[in-house]
């Protein structure tokens, strides 16, 4: 089993980015999906998540609205689109599988995890 993220990056606060997270060798729509980051530090934290079919994405409640979470269950990837871009959300992302369907914000709900992107807000 594989996932993996690509698409950060450097930016410049209030900038976007669209991070992807690619899988293979699991049954995708088995598997609720959630993102995580993890800024120097610090403890890994939920960014967002999402169920197999698609429905009610999640968000953690500090990222008010700039973030949103789809995939695309055909082509085994989910997309992690960051708008409005903070300093404060400099981390490395991390995408993850959980059998279950649904996501979770707790990370040992979580069987697979990509290798992670690292995102850099700065002017």
């Known amino acids: 089993v594989q996932l993996v993220e690509s698409g950060g990056g450097l930016v410049q606060p209030g900038g976007s980015l669209r991070l992807s997270c690619a899988a293979s060798?699991?049954?995708?729509?088995?598997?609720?999906i959630g993102w995580f980051r993890q800024a120097p530090g610090k403890e890994r934290i939920f960014v967002g998540g999402?169920?197999?079919?698609?429905?009610?994405?999640n968000y953690a409640d500090s990222l008010s609205g700039r973030f949103e979470i789809s995939r695309d269950n055909n082509k085994e990837t989910l997309v992690l689109q960051m708008n409005n871009l903070k300093p404060e959300d400099t981390a490395v992302y991390y995408c993850a599988g959980r059998t279950g369907r649904t996501p979770s914000p707790q990370t040992y709900d979580y069987r697979y995890w990509g290798q992670g992107t690292q995102v850099t807000v700065s002017s």
């Open positions: 999402i169920s197999w079919d698609g429905n009610g994405p």
């Open positions: 060798g699991l049954t995708f729509d088995d598997y609720g």
